[in-house]
């Protein structure tokens, strides 16, 4: 009995991961990325299966070397030095080269940093102190890839993209969901020229615009293996002896002013809309506990210090602002409109939740049918309301780039200039950032998925990454889990 | 390219803090209040913590106990890649914040190979009839698992295995009986080969023999019951977690936080686990790695039994 299931306990090769994620369709270029928007969770989890980056980051806070084997910097930390791996073969046979690593990087790095080739690595100069390169690089769009020139990206990654194909979605119960009417089916299969090594899975079929109601299902059924959830649909798998996770909060739920919040009034209102939203209570009750209240732009798990902000609220002052507004003020009287997307289910309620709160503040504010946009696409956009509702996704390890994005994607230009790596500095930015009230923090929720009992050897990261290369399947016939629960509870009543 | 550790390195940044804290204004006469939420050991924490305090010392700031002082608080809080040690420093009615950050790979704190913890959960029993809390026993002499419930007028002891647990012994609770609205209770067991179980009741402590037919016998005493259990797994590490519930409100939902002993209610735990319904109970279970949980299923309506394990790795 025992070596059985020792040998059970092993690593096995082989077997196809089937994964369902809610994302209606997939770019594989990280050029077209658009920092903080929703689509980037899926496309990076994808590309992670085609493509290696310079470095990765463990769970335990230390840079592995992936394409880069070694790395240096000057002491103002402005030149940095990759030395590359030897040996290192794309995809199709071909030899990784310092030339190729640096074109993929060119078009994604800040603007403010050059990348060259250099001998057998790549450099990269910064024009300000870069003390978190490796922060910005172990996250992100910041794969190597080559592009032939005819659109097919390919990389050194563990898998190859083998197919696409599209199909009609599967008529249910849960096809009026807003849903696409088609799913994008992703095949990938084992890369034999990986530099890491061949992965355990034979392949990984991807299936996109799955609804997190459907994923839940097709697991119960052992239909797929790994899908991605909602907040409801991750409670209800949590009844079940499905093994879910869930990561750091991941996307943050906010609200962006379309004026320029200059006016002594703008700015009451703001303030006052701000102290009576009770951003506990939509944490801990609207969304079940599932989220953090957000006092700041940056996440307690990305600063360290956002602990420092304030996210109570403060009814009594929110009513002596709104006293002091003008009657003929928008926000008194005439409704302050805040757009949301009204597909998006979770946007409604927190956007219901904050009209009911500063209600309670003598304040009017009203829900519009609008989109959610990440806050990067409402720059410059035609505002369906006075406010939106805006989604910011986390895409970076880095605090400071964070930050840096946010601001640019807010219109906080004037939060203080370039911004040090200094931490110090960058909570008196952050600070400053808040003042402005441009966008107005709400929530942060986060990513979850759960997987099948036959999924081994998952360890995703809290910050998003999946880690599939590392995933085995157990071949042998293993219980469903949730219908051995159930059979479990049936015999467990009453001997 | 693996950085080498230096295990001075928080000491280092601990004591920039303190110096920035010592160039911010600040009070001449403070409590010092220390918050630790990162994977430190305490006897870590304390070292930091005396560096921190020495350098504040020479600059002739005096640390007092008690609230009516003003409070300098220290925070070390952890991310992906950092210790971050935050000071907020209070001066004349306001407070400086002064942030330091050493970078996690450097500090050696984090283990080379760890395992990731995480809990698991068994439902082991469910039933009608409220149930005030159950624990899962040692095997007895005949070498089965047992399952001690304790309802509101009796404990009970169920025999066999999950699946098929048979009721061996009904052991009636002497003394008045409890108002079933409130009615509250506690197993506690004392080890892991006695055949003895303690039940805590409002204002009294009482013994049971799960091994003979004798009665259950009471005595008065004043103790709070536990809400929670400390739990360890050899291979899980050395480390000791608390296992509690994040309940407060008996129509919720209730999630399971495991966190590291002698850490906050505010600390991030560092795994959970949802439950159907409010926590009623934890207490002890077959081993020091896992606990029997009472939920009351919100779906159902049914208490509902659980037995939740540590487990690491994969």
Known sequence: MAPAARAAARPQYGGVLRVELRAASANLNPVKWKAGSGEFAANSRIAELLFDRLVVLDNYGRFQPQLATEWSHDVAAKRWQFTLRQGVKFSDGTLLTAGEVAAALRPLLPREMQVAAAGGGITIQSAMPAVDLLEVLALGPYFVYKDNGNGVLRGTGPFVLESISVSARDTDKTGADGAPAQTQRLRFRFNENCWNGRPYLDAIEVTLGVPPLKALLDLQLGKTDLGELSLETAKRAQQTNLKCWISAPLTLYALKFSGDGKSESEQRLRDAISLSVDRLAMARVLLQKQAEAAGSFLPQWLSGYAFLFDSESNLERAKELRKTMAAGALGAVEPLRIAVDANNELSKLIAERVVVDARAAGLTLQTVKGT??????????????????????????????TLGSLANAARSQSAGGEMSGDADARYAWEKRMMEQKNLLPLVAVPDFAAVDARVRNWSPAPWGEWRLADVWLEQGEVLNPTRDAVGKASVGARP | MPVAARPDALDEGVGRLARKAVALPHERRMSLLWTNH?????????????????????????????????????????????IVITATIPAEGSTSVAIEEVARAITGIDPVSGNTVRLEKELLWQQEGKILSAALLPAGANGGKRLAVLMEEALLIYGGGAGNWNLEKTKVLPGPRQSPRSARGQLIVAGESDDRVGVLLPGRRCEASVADESAVACGNVTTDLPTGRLMALPSCGKQ???????????????????????????????????????????SAADNGGSATVVVRDLGSGNYEVYRVALACGD
């Open chain 2, 240 to 282: 000791t977690w608390w296992l509690k519930s994040d309940g407060v409100d008996w129509t919720e939902e209730d999630r399971l936080l495991l966190r590291n002993a002698g850490a906050g209610r505010d600390v991030t735990a560092i795994a959970e686990l949802g439950m159907p319904g409010p926590v009623i109970s934890i």
């Open chain 1, 372 to 401: 959610t946009r990440a806050v990067s696409e409402s720059v410059g956009a035609k505002s369906d309301g006075d406010v939106q509702l805006v989604a910011w996704r986390y895409t970076s390890l880095s605090p400071r780039s």
């Open chain 2, 38 to 82: 990162a994977a430190l050991q305490e006897q870590r924490v304390e070292r930091l913590r005396a560096v921190f305090a020495a350098e504040l010392e020479a600059a002739q700031v005096r640390f007092v106990q008690g609230e009516t002082a003003p409070a300098l608080r220290v925070t070390i809080e952890q991310t992906p890649t950092q």
